[in-house]
């Protein structure tokens, strides 16, 4: 069974930076998770719909949401089986729940337009919340 557990989330001032991480374990039908076609980070804001944030694929391509791009960096240790998430000067409107998401058959590109496939992995998400 796949289990991805995000750490990293916390409260910070508007400015600031912080570190997501996500640790996966567990195969299916012969995968690693990060191996899988993507690994990547989705963010939901109370009353908001879920946004995806960043992605990575197996080749190591990354996407980003516009409104991320340039303050917020993805990357992943296959050694350790886990992703990061750098951000950096983050917002306010950047307060949200973090989740973890993995699917070994979907790139993201489509992915994070919430095009899933059946064996979409995601994780009980990381708080967080940036004050002015």
């Known amino acids: 069974q796949v289990r991805l557990v995000e750490s990293g989330g916390e409260s910070v001032q508007s400015g600031g930076s912080l570190r997501l991480s996500c640790a996966s374990s567990?195969?299916?039908?012969?995968?690693?998770?990060?191996?899988?076609?993507?690994m990547g980070w989705f963010r939901q804001a109370p009353g908001k719909e879920r946004e995806g944030v960043a992605g990575?694929?197996?080749?190591?391509?990354?996407t980003y949401a516009d409104s991320v791009k340039g303050r917020f960096t993805i990357s992943k240790d296959n050694a350790k089986n886990t992703v990061y998430l750098q951000m950096n000067s983050l917002k306010p409107e950047d307060t949200a729940m973090y989740y973890c998401?993995?699917?070994?058959?979907?790139?993201?590109?489509?992915?994070?337009?919430?095009?899933?496939?059946?064996?979409?992995?995601w994780g009980q998400g990381t708080q967080v919340t940036v004050s002015e």
């Open positions: 998401v993995a699917d070994p058959f979907t790139e993201c590109f489509s992915l994070l337009r919430r095009y899933y496939s059946g064996r979409v992995a």
């Open positions: 990575i694929d197996s080749d190591g391509s990354t």
């Open positions: 567990g195969y299916t039908y012969g995968y690693t998770y990060t191996s899988s076609s993507c």
